[in-house]
């Protein structure tokens, strides 16, 4: 199993990575932070929306971390789209971050009226160096397709709920299909599917836990994760999912496992984009 994944635009980027969101104090980001990497994590995951941008920046410098070891992704809030407002939005986000370039840069969600130029803003901010690699997230495929009319370069992720009661099958599909990564965001369902009885029965026969099959059997579909923990032992068997493998019998059950059931909101109730594409 590859743990980083050559992304379309040739960089790379790991399969695994640690989720921030809620870690909104200096002391958890720095515990969080310094466990994560000591157990192997180099990409983190923030966003302008966490407000944790500065205290990802912080944890980096005070730990002595080289800049080329970490893998920073962060997100364009829904409220500073538009084409001037991003570009001042990465200005924000670098200086928070006490760096000067992001690895990855995602739209946090699709905002239909600034669509076009805030994804121009993007992609000029990679031109001019200060992100290596651009994305999106929580787009459907219609947003993509729509998106593809007008772009330079398409999106190398897109970062979406998804976990075994949200399957995403057409999505993932789809994305594939134009050399997109999709990252799992919630990759356990925020916890809420660790206590499924199918999953339980796999985990028993492998001797691990629910945790680890859910986020083995994303990466076994080659969807990327950013599983979030706030415990040293936790986010430590989140990364302790290299020395089993799920049998193909046993993926099927857990992809049968889909409800369609978000713990998000769904982009396109919530932003009417019109769509001509199946959501699910
Ligand atoms: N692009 C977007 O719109 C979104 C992006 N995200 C990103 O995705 C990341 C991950 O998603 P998130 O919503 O945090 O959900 P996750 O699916 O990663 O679940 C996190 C929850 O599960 C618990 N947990 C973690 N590991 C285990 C384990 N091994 N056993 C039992 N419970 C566990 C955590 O508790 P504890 O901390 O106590 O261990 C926490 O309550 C976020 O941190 C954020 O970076 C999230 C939402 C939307
Ligand atoms: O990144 C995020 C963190 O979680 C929030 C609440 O579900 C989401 O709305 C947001 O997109």
Redesign the pocket.
Known sequence: MEKNIKLSDGNIMPMEG??????DTQEKMDTAFKSAYENGYRLF???QL?KNEDLLGNSIKKFNIKRENIFITT?IPENKQGYEETLNAIEESLSNLQTNYIDLL?I??PIHSKFFETWRALEDAKIAGKVKSIGV??YHRAHLELLKTQAREMPVVN???N?PYLSQAALIEYDKSQNIVTQ????????SV?KDEVLQSIANTHNK????VVLRWHLQRGVAI??????DK??Q??QNIYDFELSDKEMEMINSLNKNQR??DDPELVYEIEHQYPTH
């Open positions: 640690f989720g921030t969101y809620k870690l995951d923030s966003a966490y997100k995602l946090h969600w997230s929580n970062q979406i709920e976990h799992a965001w919630s990759p356990m369902g925020r916890g660790l836990s629910t945790a680890q950013i599983p979030k923990s706030k415990s936790r986010i068997e989140n713990n998000g």
